[in-house]
């Protein structure tokens, strides 16, 4: 078989090379011998007759040459050639393979770890089977000034029309998010999250448990008998994954539930629970409002245009349409979009724009790769001009310089990939918890396949500009001198280096104003003191706290005990605190001539004594008394916001609300996380605060399942063991009661400007490495030129100039650069930075500290990359650099 | 250099060496000597062609080859024909009669 015969040629050439040498060298010298044979029996002399033989076999190395050249495999075995001695070249200058290594690394493990998040978030398919077609719905309003087109959660009546009306769809709800209740399992009590969702969920999912059901239509009806579906984990953690779970009663919210369903292991929704309980959706109760997320899926056979037509025709023949409340002759639409696309859209842009500086920093750092190959190929111009001298081509030298680019990338490349990693375990720590809607961002193939593209884009692109450069070589002039003229190159350098400072500044620039953004946001003024308090907070999702005195007993007895704390000045509860997102609703007026007014306004309950523990000035009337009791006086405390709204800044206090409610003090505004009229992630708004004591029943199963109230203690110092101590004083009202988590207020804020504070980290990481590239970059630049004109300087410093001049003189070039990168920068930031108007809160874009921050900062850092190689030039002696010559 | 002339030359040199071998196994001299004399002079190979000629067709797989003792007890490197070898050499001489005939051809015509 030829083919085979081929290939074992090839084989044997490629890597028995040492035996297929000695064999060749063997033949070559046995027939110069059979030559020499040949004349001597022809009567020729012995010196004479290998003379001749030596002419006729024209010179043994050029023979094995030829038979080299028409060697199998012979364009391979000169490549390994060509990259052995490229790695060799790299290593005989570690300085420079070790910059460029560790640019790669750096700039291309920045893209590999945000690429993991696009890819996580935007890329990968959802972990369900035909994941294309599951979806959400989008509404759309237009012809109004409030246009819009995103993902609402529905009301009850929604659900029920999309459930009956829309046969295309296998369509399904659940609570917007998971809900943390109790679960009694023994004498033990855990701290779990329940999913509540409807019928279907899981069929929409295309879940199907390991053991036992789904959820059945019955379970889903109000009222209807109490089951559960366990996730794997729970079930193997809590319950020792007990084979006969499934019938089996356990203790949620205090009420037993019946185990239908385990679900199988890694199994993922996007509620993200540790047990599933039916939703029971209706129009009453918690459907009023639009209080349940929607998914859904194409049955098999329909297509999303029926769907949509079938959701539109439905949902726009509804009585109650509360898009046009607020909002009249809106043109309202709905339309299904990819699920994905639903669960990320509010990310996207936040995570495109990262991308977009993570390739900023890309070009940064092959800007700055390419001044440093271009330096080095200059240095190797004798180098090259003798090869070219000694017939090497020109395609020859240029593969040569292309093999070490790519080597170069693909070790850069091979770093990038552990820098990438590191760099993604210290993000996904930095997120909190539930803010992305997936559970891991894994270094998947396409996220390989991205980086070793981007490595490869890398080398070409900064491996372009000095292959056109080394094209241009002279021969004869390359030969003739012996230094290397690099000042051609110079402007070249100095124009990349612009480049790169000017991104430097943009990347800066934006990053400033998300740190004044977020320093604004932090030090807003509170309204109250916030040293000194901790929270705890703890499910009350619970059938037992629906009975009002039951919940009153509770709130009384822990908080006295909270009280007997040592250290402790004052404990009060309250849903919810300062920095908190917090609910809202509807509310009337009801006398003097606003009657009849209506409006939007955040509700806070309290206990007696809210105020006084958070220390929040009361401006006008009282705070509640333990007088304030179901069956006095409805009583309501407004803020200041609240007063100015609705009364137009004039004493609230015995104004009537909502009937019979009565306004009886009023106090000073906190910064709250709006669920209103959200313009910035903190803000001051018009809140009610309504004593605990009065609340009704329905109203306490309602808020208990969005809410967790919290508990809340001041001291006047550190105590030790304050948070145990809370606990027992929890546990001494109901031992069944754990609490699910203790903060600070200050924790409380780190958690409401999550977003924020990664924004900052993450663009401010990205300016950091953008700053700390272009630093190399001028530092090389300097350096380089200081090296190469070392004899220049020295006939300076000879004819009298002072050390000083010629650092001025060397010095200038880089900072001149990074002086019109730093003027190009402002120009694009004036552009560029306009984007950003939307997520940055108490700044304007065109702030004058954030200018002067970037500008001082470019600044230091430009000095000290212009200094440090410049230093050197003290160290020149005149004398001996000349001798040197 | 032009390439048309070198894969001519090369086709022809196959051939020869081919044809050389067809009575028994050669050494590179050998082949050498052997196509001088059946060419009557005409084609003398250099080692410079032949060599690489020889690596060639033993990675075709067309030559197989061995390290044997030449008449005056030298060590050499014997070339024989193989089965492939042997069908292109038939081929060969097919084709190169055909061209032959056609160039003869052509000249004859006015």
């Not at chain 1, 493990?109 to 972990?127: D, E, Q, R, Y």
């Not at chain 1, 079938?310 to 109650?320: D, V």
């Not at chain 1, 090869?387 to 850069?412: D, H, T």
């Not at chain 1, 004039?650 to 009229?677: F, H, Q």
Request: aromatic share 6%; proline share 5%; charged share 20%.
């Amino acid at each position: 078989m030829p083919v085979l015969v081929k290939a074992r040629s090839l084989l044997r050439n490629l890597f028995s090379t040492r035996r297929v040498e000695r064999d060749l060298d063997l033949e070559v010298r046995s027939h110069l011998q059979l030559l020499i044979d040949e004349n001597l029996r022809a009567g020729l002399p012995p010196k004479e007759a290998e003379r001749a033989a030596r002419i006729e076999l024209g010179g043994p190395e050029q023979v094995k040459e030829q038979v080299r050249d028409k060697r199998l495999g012979h364009g391979l075995h000169s490549l390994i050639a060509d990259c052995r001695f490229g790695a060799r070249q790299l290593y005989k200058n570690p300085g420079f393979t070790l910059t460029v290594v560790l640019t790669l690394a750096l700039s291309v493990g920045a893209n590999t770890a945000i690429f993991s998040l696009v890819n996580a978030l935007l890329l990968k398919s959802l972990p369900y089977p035909h994941p294309e077609r599951m979806g959400t719905i989008y509404t759309r309003i237009a012809g109004s000034s409030a246009a819009s087109d995103e993902r609402h959660n529905v009301n009850g009546e929604q659900w029920q029309l999309l459930r009956d009306n829309v046969p295309a769809l296998i369509s399904a709800v659940s609570g917007v998010r998971a809900s943390g209740v109790n679960l009694k399992a023994g004498s033990h009590v855990d701290y779990v999250q329940d999913g509540r969702v409807s019928a279907h969920y899981f069929d929409v999912l295309a879940l199907q448990p390991i053991s036992g059901r789904n959820f059945s239509e019955e379970e889903d009806r109000p009222n209807g008998p109490k089951a559960a579906i366990l996730s794997y984990n729970l079930w193997r953690n809590v319950f020792g994954a007990d084979p006969g779970i499934l019938g089996q009663p356990i203790l949620l919210r205090s009420e037993p539930y019946t185990v239908v369903g385990v679900l199988p292991e890694g199994a993922t929704t996007p509620l993200n629970a540790d047990v599933y309980t039916p939703l029971q959706p209706d129009r009453e109760g918690e459907g009023r409002g639009t209080n349940f997320r929607c998914i859904i899926r194409l049955r098999d056979g329909a297509t999303g245009q029926e769907a949509d037509a079938q959701i539109n025709r439905t949902w726009l023949s509804r009585t109650g349409r509360y898009e046009l409340a607020g909002n009249p002759g809106a043109k309202v639409s709905y339309h299904s979009v990819p699920l994905q696309k639903g669960q990320t859209d509010s990310l996207r842009p936040q995570v495109l724009a990262l991308m977009l500086a993570a390739g900023l920093i890309l070009l940064i750092a092959c800007a700055n790769l390419a001044g440093l190959t271009l330096v080095r190929m200059m240095r190797r111009t004798p180098e090259v001009a003798t090869r070219l001298a000694l017939g090497a081509s020109g395609w020859q030298i240029q593969r040569q310089f292309w093999i070490e680019n790519l080597l170069l990338a693909l070790v850069g490349g091979a770093f990038s990939v552990g820098v990438g990693f590191l760099a993604l375990k210290e993000l996904f720590l930095l997120l909190p918890e539930h803010l992305l809607p997936v559970a891991s961002m894994p270094l998947d193939a396409r996220v390989m396949v991205f980086t070793l593209a981007v490595s490869i884009l890398t080398s070409v692109l900064f491996g372009m500009l000095p292959a056109l450069v080394a094209r241009r070589v002279d021969l004869r002039s390359s030969m003739a001198s012996r230094t290397v003229a690099g000042s051609g190159n110079l402007r070249l350098r100095q124009a990349l280096i612009a480049g790169e400072v000017a991104i430097t500044v943009m990347l800066l620039g934006g990053s400033g104003l998300l740190i004044r953004s977020l320093t604004h946001l932090e030090t807003l003024p509170p309204g109250f003191n916030p040293n000194g308090v901790v929270v705890a907070k703890a499910s009350l999702d619970d059938v037992r706290y629906h009975d009002p005195a039951t919940f009153q007993k509770l709130l009384e007895q822990s908080t006295a005990a909270m009280r007997q704390i040592p250290g402790v000045q004052n404990a009060a509860v309250g849903l919810d605190l300062p920095y908190e997102f917090i609910g809202n609703d509807w509310v009337t007026l009801d006398d003097g001539k606003e009657a009849g007014q209506q409006g939007g306004a955040d509700w806070v309950y309290v206990t007696p004594g809210y105020f006084e523990t958070l220390q929040m000035p009361l401006l006008a009337g009282r705070v509640f008394t333990n007088v304030d009791g179901p069956n006095s006086q409805h009583v309501v405390v407004v803020n200041q916001s609240f007063a100015r709204k609705f009364y137009g800044g004039t004493n609230p206090v015995g104004r009537y609300i909502d009937k019979d409610m009565l306004i009886v003090g009023e106090v000073a505004d906190v910064p709250i996380s709006s669920g209103l009229d959200p313009v910035a992630p903190l803000q001051t708004e018009q809140t009610m605060y309504f004593p605990a004591a009065q609340l009704d029943r329905p109203l306490l199963a309602l808020l208990h399942i969005w809410h967790q109230p919290d508990w809340i203690v001041r001291t006047a110092g550190p105590v030790e063991g304050l948070t145990s101590a809370m606990q027992r004083a929890l546990a001494a009202a109901d031992p069944n009661l754990p609490a699910s988590g203790f903060y600070s207020m200050k924790d409380l804020l780190a958690r409401t400007l999550g977003t924020q504070r990664i924004e900052v980290a993450l663009l401010g990481a990205m300016a950091a490495l953008a700053l700390l590239l272009s630093a190399v970059g001028i530092f090389a630049l300097v350096a380089n030129m200081v090296a190469q004109r070392t004899r220049e300087i020295g006939i300076r410093m000879a004819l009298g100039s002072s050390i000083g001049q010629v650092m001025v003189q060397f010095g200038r070039s880089g900072a001149a650069a990074s002086l019109l990168g730093l003027v190009l920068g402002l120009a694009l930031c004036a552009g560029a930075l306009r984007v950003m108007r939307s997520v940055i809160y108490g700044v304007g874009v065109y702030d004058s500290t954030t200018m002067l921050f970037t500008v001082l900062t470019l600044a230091a850092v430009t000095l000290l990359a212009v200094a440090v190689p410049t230093l050197r030039i003290a160290s020149i002696d005149p004398a001996r650099t000349l001798r040197e010559e | 250099m032009p390439s048309q002339p070198t894969t001519l030359l090369q086709g022809t040199l196959d051939l020869l060496i081919l044809k050389s071998l067809a009575a028994g196994e050669l050494h590179g001299l050998g082949i050498s000597r052997r196509i001088q004399q059946m060419t009557g002079g005409t084609f003398v190979v250099k080692p410079g062609s032949l060599f690489p000629a020889l690596h060639r067709m033993e990675e075709e797989g067309w030559t197989s080859s061995f390290w044997g003792d030449s008449e005056n007890n030298r060590r050499a490197k014997y070339y024989r024909l193989t089965k492939a070898g042997r069908r292109q050499l038939e081929a060969e001489s097919r084709r190169w009669g055909r061209i032959s005939w056609a160039i003869a051809q052509a000249l004859e015509a006015s």
